[in-house]
């Protein structure tokens, strides 16, 4: 890790460490047959600002809701590739996937990973991921629900979305609203040429309102990460200790700059 990303990440310690994020990459968040049917996925686990990449285990479920109806395992699709951020040379555990689109509609593609222990924070993490993807124009399923422990449900079309536009989320626990709950929001920073002038501009941080609902407005063109963090009822145990398990509900959102 480069001085100045543990720097920062050392200094966040004190009252915000450094986020994670469970990532879903596609290609494009949007696809003409003009362009193509072949989408390719990069499934992750990291910190996407700082560049910085965790191990991931071969997650326990990873899939698609196709137009809020379909529900289809892809879990055989994946691949184990290593990757490196730009914070380190070291190579990270990953994982990849090419999915051919067929129809038109809104594909959402959805990740449960196995926890994740931190040994920093003293927790497992387990990051619900999704992201949307449109397919040849027709604009259906884009905020259906795939049924996770916890999820984002777009209140914002998750598309076709310009640099300013506000971005709104109902977050649900359990299949419930989750009110007041906590939301980091991070840029993907994939080559590192967004440099935080302080650690606190590294993770967005804002809270739903009492009904689970949170807004943000988008201020760089790129992908953004929501990810809305609760505890799990249950504890998992670690060397003979119960701990902690955060679960996050956590959305990827590509905007654009208007030319």
Known sequence: MRVGIAVICLSAMAGLACAHFGMIIPSDDIVTPEEGRVLKLRVMFAHPFEGHLMEMERPAEFGVLFRGRQRTSLLDLLRPVKLRG??????????????RLRRPGDYVF??????????AEDKFIVHYTKVVVNGFGMESGWDAEVGLKTEIIPLTRPYGLYVGNVFRGLVKVNGKPAPFTEVEVEY???DGSVKAPAPPFVTQV???DANG???????????????ALNEEAEKLVKDGEEKPVEIGAVIWVKAYEMR
Do not use: M, T
């Not at 040379?89 to 994982?95: G, L, N, R």
């Not at 609902?213 to 990810?227: D, H, K, M, N, T």
């Open 86 to 99: 730009y914070a380190d040379d070291k190579p990270h555990q990953a994982w990849e996937a090419e999915y």
């Open 110 to 119: 959805y990740l449960v990973p196995k926890p994740y222990w931190e040994p």
């Open 188 to 190: 993907y920073n994939e």
């Open 206 to 208: 804002i809270k739903c």
């Open 213 to 227: 609902v949170f807004s943000y407005s988008i201020p760089r063109a790129g992908w953004w990460g929501f990810a």
